[in-house]
T-cell receptor
Framework: DVKVTQSSRYLVKRTGEKVFLECVQD?????MFWYRQDPGLGLRLIYF???????EKGDIPEGYSVSREKKERFSLILESASTNQTSMYLC?????????????FGSGTQLSVL | AQKITQTQPGMFVQEKEAVTLDCTYD???????LFWYKQPSSGEMIFLIY??????QNATEGRYSLNFQKARKSANLVISASQLGDSAIYFC???????????????FGTGTRLLVSP
């Protein structure tokens, strides 16, 4: 079974802190994605990556950056956390050639910024 | 502008009844894909059904069917014979990026919370 692991289920940080959200997949997938989920707003794409060291902005990249140094790991970075970044963060990965019909999600990280 | 629109924030249905969840989309790309996902209270995202823009027939998967009306740019999900376990948030999504695999991404709607009552 494909496993997408997000390092923390719950995280509490203070305003201004640098925050790292880690996502690891074990199936050699090229495509990886970071979404945030907020009530009434659905899932919004922050960044995605289709290969090592490659990244593309999604719909709401402001305030975020990403790192993909190894194929299996896609990190989301909040350079200076703010309260409006309190949200559920979902990572997903997908193998190539499937048209995203096989998209595997992690269990999410609920981030609270105080 | 919203690329995926789900106008029903919440829906109620009685057990064993059918329910339709609305989804409209906006794209100028001739090649796209439409998806429906279910998110129960556990938070996991469960893939339900897929429709490609060139597919001639409406997709079906068990009790789920996708009513694809290309000219109207709608992709409604129909759940037949609702069960209590169908209570969840349902997301419509569209694949963007066309033929360039590396740039493909999934854009989601705001979701519809479905409650199934006994």
């Amino acid at each position: 079974d494909v496993k997408v692991t997000q390092s923390s289920r719950y995280l509490v940080k203070r305003t201004g802190e640098k925050v790292f959200l880690e996502c690891v997949q074990d199936m050699d997938h090229e495509n990886m994605f970071w979404y945030r989920q907020d009530p009434g707003l659905g899932l919004r794409l922050i960044y995605f990556s289709y290969d090592v060291k490659m990244k593309e902005k999604g719909d709401i990249p402001e305030g975020y950056s990403v790192s993909r140094e190894k194929k299996e790991r896609f990190s989301l970075i909040l350079e200076s956390a703010s309260t409006n970044q309190t949200s559920m963060y979902l990572c997903a990965s997908s193998p190539p050639g499937t048209g995203l019909k096989k998209l595997f999600f992690g269990s999410g990280t609920q981030l609270s910024v105080l | 502008a919203q690329k995926i629109t789900q106008t029903q924030p919440g829906m109620f249905v009685q057990e064993k009844e059918a329910v339709t969840l609305d989804c409209t989309y906006d794209t100028s790309d001739p090649s796209y894909g439409l998806f429906w996902y279910k998110q129960p209270s556990s938070g996991e995202m469960i893939f339900l059904i897929y429709q490609g823009s060139y597919d001639q027939q409406n997709a079906t998967e068990g009790r789920y069917s996708l009513n694809f009306q290309k000219a109207r740019k709608s992709a409604n999900l129909v759940i037949s014979a609702s069960q209590l376990g169908d209570s969840a948030i349902y997301f419509c999504a569209m694949r963007e990026g066309g033929m360039h695999t590396g740039f493909q991404k999934l854009v989601f709607g705001t979701g519809t919370r479905l409650l199934v009552s006994p």
